[in-house]
C-alpha cells in the first residue's frame, strides 16, 4: 500500500500548479484522501480533504477560492489544483488517505505519501 505524490514545483506568485495523489496497492475510491503541507519550522496542517463518496470537502481557510480538490477514480488519482499561488504556500506538500471521511485533522489518516515540495518565489 502506497501513496505517491507528485507536481511540485517552483513557480512565480500568482502562478499555478496541479498536485497529483495515486495510489499502489489499494483504491482511493473508497478513502477520504487529504492534502496537507509543511512549511520549515512549522507543524503540518490540513490543507484540503475529499470525502470517499464525494460529498464533503474541506478547504483550509488560507486556501479557498484559490485551491480544488477532485478526483477521478478511474486513475486512481486525487488532484489539487492551486491557483493564485502566494510566498506563504511555499511548504512540502503531502496527501494521506484514512477510510471514507475527509478531515482537515492529522491524526486519523493510515496513509501517507512522500511529499513533494511546491516553492513560490519571485
Known amino acids: 500500500v502506497q501513496l505517491q505524490a507528485s507536481g511540485g514545483g517552483s513557480v512565480q506568485p500568482g502562478g499555478s500548479l496541479r498536485l497529483s495523489c495515486s495510489a499502489i496497492?489499494?483504491?482511493?475510491?473508497?478513502?477520504?484522501i487529504g492534502w496537507f503541507r509543511q512549511a520549515p519550522g512549522k507543524e503540518r496542517e490540513g490543507v484540503s480533504c475529499?470525502?470517499?463518496?464525494?460529498?464533503?470537502?474541506y478547504y483550509a481557510d488560507s486556501t479557498k477560492g484559490r485551491f480544488t480538490i477532485s478526483r477521478e477514480n478511474a486513475k486512481n488519482t486525487v488532484y489539487l489544483q492551486m491557483n493564485g499561488l502566494e510566498p506563504e504556500d511555499t511548504a512540502v506538500y503531502y496527501c494521506a488517505a484514512q477510510p471514507r471521511l475527509c478531515s482537515g485533522q492529522v491524526s486519523g489518516y493510515d496513509y501517507w505519501g512522500q511529499g513533494t515540495l511546491v516553492t513560490v518565489s519571485s
Open positions: 475529499i470525502s470517499a463518496d464525494d460529498a464533503t470537502t
Open positions: 496497492g489499494f483504491a482511493l475510491g473508497s478513502y477520504g
